[in-house]
């Protein structure tokens, strides 16, 4: 196979701590302990590596990236490098000074999550009470003259308030608001039934959608990432499976996309034993699911191979036990039975409060 070409995003999980815990998390189960964390001189020289390979972006994630005191210092490594910065955060802890020395440090944006436009449902969702909090940090970044994202993870507990979290993206003065479907990985999956909606709330949802679309041409960008469960389209695994960016959790941990910690297991490859470029261009890791050779007959015969790339390799995992199977959520698969049998079970009326499994630290991992 030819070398792969360059990544051009890295996705840098700092911590998993964060002061929320919400029930659509996509952090694996086995959350990342602060004792084993990457320094911040180790990150420095990650990112390093990470401009050296091609990288351009990086979003600094978590958990709750504002956890790390050192947060400013490994945006400034980021600029140094060459790469530009975004925050994505909770909101929780930003404050005016905060937010000023990461702007010296080079930050260049902030996404924002948002759970619901209702303090009592958002805190519900996030099994934490921090709908103020997220207000203030919108009107911070937007003052200091940031570019503001909005992030709302959709699930059936927030489907039904579609217009309202459009119209608090305007009234945030957002730039740009994600409406993202959850996708069901770490605890997302152990909350599936509970966020799974109802198709009949996706269909009312992107019709808002495009109406939204069609009124604010211009004026912000609305993004929709669909839901493959209900759509039945296997959405295409991050351009294919390590073809465009890299994660780095907070162990240092190099993964093809984040969610792969599971399906990689102890195969997964370190930055504390490896270089990345060795790691992006031949770790076996990152090798596994390039090209088309590891696809299975389905896949091989199907024309959207090239677009949707087999479909997502840590679904396929998570749902039948083996990742190169062809992704279940697509309605050609052999197994895609067992997505609609889940679909199905969702045709039931909205409205009743779900029953969450939040995530939890071990008493090692919780936030000093």
């Given at each position: 196979?030819?070398?792969?070409?360059?990544?051009?995003?890295?996705?840098?999980?700092?911590?998993?701590?964060?002061?929320?815990?919400?029930?659509?998390?996509?952090?694996?189960?086995?959350?990342?302990?602060?004792?084993?964390?990457?320094?911040?001189?180790?990150?420095?020289?990650v990112l390093r590596q990470a401009a050296d390979l091609g990288v351009v972006q990086t979003h600094l994630s978590g958990g709750e990236p504002l956890l790390r005191r050192d947060l400013a210092e490994?945006?400034?490594?980021?600029?140094?490098?060459?790469?530009?910065?975004?925050?994505?955060?909770?909101?929780?802890?930003?404050?005016?000074?905060?937010?000023?020395?990461?702007?010296?440090?080079?930050?260049?944006?902030?996404?924002?999550?948002?759970?619901?436009?209702?303090?009592?449902?958002?805190?519900?969702?996030?099994?934490?009470?921090?709908f103020a909090a997220k207000e203030r940090a919108a009107r911070i970044v937007t003052e200091a003259g940031l570019s503001l994202g909005l992030n709302a993870v959709l699930h059936r507990d927030n489907?039904?308030?579609?217009?309202?979290?459009?119209?608090?993206?305007?009234?945030?003065?957002?730039?740009?608001?994600?409406?993202?479907?959850?996708?069901?990985?770490?605890?997302?999956?152990?909350?599936?039934?509970?966020?799974?909606?109802?198709?009949?709330?996706?269909?009312?949802?992107?019709?808002?959608?495009?109406?939204?679309?069609?009124?604010?041409a211009g004026r912000m960008e609305l993004v929709w990432v669909a839901p493959d469960y209900v759509d039945g389209v296997a959405k295409p695994c991050m351009g294919g499976w390590g073809a465009l960016?890299?994660?780095?959790?907070?162990?240092?941990?190099?993964?093809?996309?984040?969610?792969?910690?599971?399906?990689?297991?102890?195969?997964?490859?370190?930055?504390?034993?490896?270089?990345?470029?060795?790691?992006?261009?031949?770790?076996?890791?990152?090798?596994?699911?390039?090209?088309?050779?590891?696809?299975?007959?389905?896949?091989?015969?199907?024309?959207?191979?090239?677009?949707?790339?087999?479909?997502?390799?840590?679904?396929?995992?998570?749902?039948?036990?083996?990742?190169?199977?062809?992704?279940?959520?697509?309605?050609?698969?052999?197994?895609?039975?067992?997505?609609?049998?889940?679909?199905?079970?969702?045709?039931?009326?909205?409205?009743?409060?779900?029953?969450?499994?939040?995530?939890?630290?071990?008493?090692?991992?919780?936030?000093?």
């Amino acid at each position: 196979m030819t070398d792969p070409d360059p990544p051009w995003a890295l996705l840098a999980e700092l911590t998993h701590g964060c002061p929320l815990r919400c029930a659509y998390c996509s952090n694996p189960l086995e959350l990342t302990a602060r004792s084993v964390e990457l320094t911040a001189a180790e990150w420095s020289d990650v990112l390093r590596q990470a401009a050296d390979l091609g990288v351009v972006q990086t979003h600094l994630s978590g958990g709750e990236p504002l956890l790390r005191r050192d947060l400013a210092e490994i945006v400034a490594a980021a600029d140094t490098a060459g790469i530009h910065t975004q925050l994505v955060t909770s909101g929780v802890g930003l404050h005016a000074e905060r937010l000023a020395r990461l702007v010296d440090a080079g930050l260049r944006s902030v996404q924002l999550s948002v759970q619901h436009i209702d303090p009592e449902a958002a805190g519900r969702i996030a099994g934490a009470r921090a709908f103020a909090a997220k207000e203030r940090a919108a009107r911070i970044v937007t003052e200091a003259g940031l570019s503001l994202g909005l992030n709302a993870v959709l699930h059936r507990d927030n489907l039904d308030a579609l217009d309202g979290l459009v119209e608090l993206g305007l009234a945030w003065r957002a730039d740009r608001v994600e409406l993202a479907n959850t996708q069901f990985y770490g605890w997302a999956l152990r909350n599936r039934a509970a966020l799974l909606p109802d198709p009949a709330q996706v269909a009312r949802a992107r019709e808002r959608v495009e109406r939204w679309r069609e009124r604010l041409a211009g004026r912000m960008e609305l993004v929709w990432v669909a839901p493959d469960y209900v759509d039945g389209v296997a959405k295409p695994c991050m351009g294919g499976w390590g073809a465009l960016s890299l994660t780095v959790a907070p162990d240092g941990t190099v993964l093809p996309c984040p969610a792969a910690a599971d399906l990689l297991g102890p195969a997964a490859p370190t930055v504390r034993e490896h270089q990345l470029a060795w790691i992006w261009r031949e770790s076996e890791a990152f090798a596994r699911f390039r090209g088309e050779a590891w696809m299975s007959e389905t896949c091989r015969g199907c024309e959207l191979r090239t677009v949707d790339f087999g479909g997502c390799r840590c679904q396929a995992y998570a749902l039948t036990g083996d990742a190169a199977r062809t992704d279940p959520a697509c309605h050609r698969s052999p197994d895609h039975g067992l997505v609609r049998a889940l679909v199905e079970e969702a045709r039931t009326p909205a409205g009743t409060v779900p029953r969450y499994v939040y995530r939890a630290y071990t008493a090692e991992a919780v936030p000093q």
